[in-house]
């Protein structure tokens, strides 16, 4: 699904990392871990295509990653930041926005009722709806994100310390929704124990990325 060669990132001249070689095969529940400042949300963001590469090369679903293919990229999956932009004034039109979209009108806007329905599963009130994006707190945004893209039936994501700012049973709502649904593939960024214990794959990221544990007992 994921799959990085002989992969290296430069960011504002620095080097990051050199010669990063792994694989996130579909299904996977796969974290980054490695000290602040290694390169691990900067490389979340170049398999978006935001960020461009030094060297090497990473694919998507069997499609290369370059800044001429990011909009096929972001098609096949969901980048969930640590301040997510919702880009409307409250969110209810942040949630919905993606719908028309060209790209997403072959997707039916949901019903009232399950819009609620995801709100719940995240631990979200359905009165959120009516809440203004600019009055949300960043776990709020991040959750909100998260339902946006169930919505749009994503199902593969880019995770960037979502469970950072959210107390335990949000963290719990949350952990459960993306590692308990086998037909989820993520990778993650997160110094969270908790969420580190619940992934099936490892990646530690000092200079270069070494996988430390792969559970991960399928590839599709």
């Not at 028309?100 to 359905?126: C, G, I």
């Not at 949000?170 to 989820?184: G, K, Q, T, Y």
Request: charged fraction near 20%; aromatic fraction near 4%.
């Amino acid at each position: 699904m994921i799959i990085a060669n002989n992969l290296a990132l430069t960011r504002e001249s620095k080097n990051l990392f050199t010669d990063a070689t792994f694989h996130v095969p579909a299904g996977a529940k796969a974290v980054l871990t490695g000290p602040s400042g290694c390169g691990k949300s900067s490389l979340l963001l170049a398999i978006t295509g935001i960020l461009p590469i030094h060297s090497g090369s990473l694919h998507v679903g069997g499609i290369e990653v370059s800044p001429g293919t990011s909009s096929q990229i972001l098609q096949k999956l969901a980048y969930v930041g640590q301040e997510p932009q919702l880009c409307c004034e409250n969110i209810r039109d942040a949630i919905l926005l993606p719908f028309s979209f060209r790209a997403n009108r072959h997707l039916t806007p949901p019903s009232p009722e399950e819009l609620t329905a995801k709100l719940s599963q995240l631990q979200l009130p359905p009165d959120i709806l009516e809440k203004k994006s600019s009055e949300t707190s960043g776990g709020e945004k991040q959750r909100i994100a998260i339902v946006r893209s169930m919505l749009l039936q994503k199902k593969v994501f880019l995770l960037d310390e979502i469970t950072s700012a959210l107390d335990e049973a949000n963290r719990n709502a949350v952990a459960s929704f993306f590692c308990d649904d086998p037909e989820l593939t993520f990778l993650s960024v997160s110094h969270s124990p908790e969420w580190i214990a619940r992934c099936n794959l490892v990646l530690e990221m000092n200079h270069t990325i070494h996988v430390v544990s792969n559970n991960v007992s399928f590839e599709r």
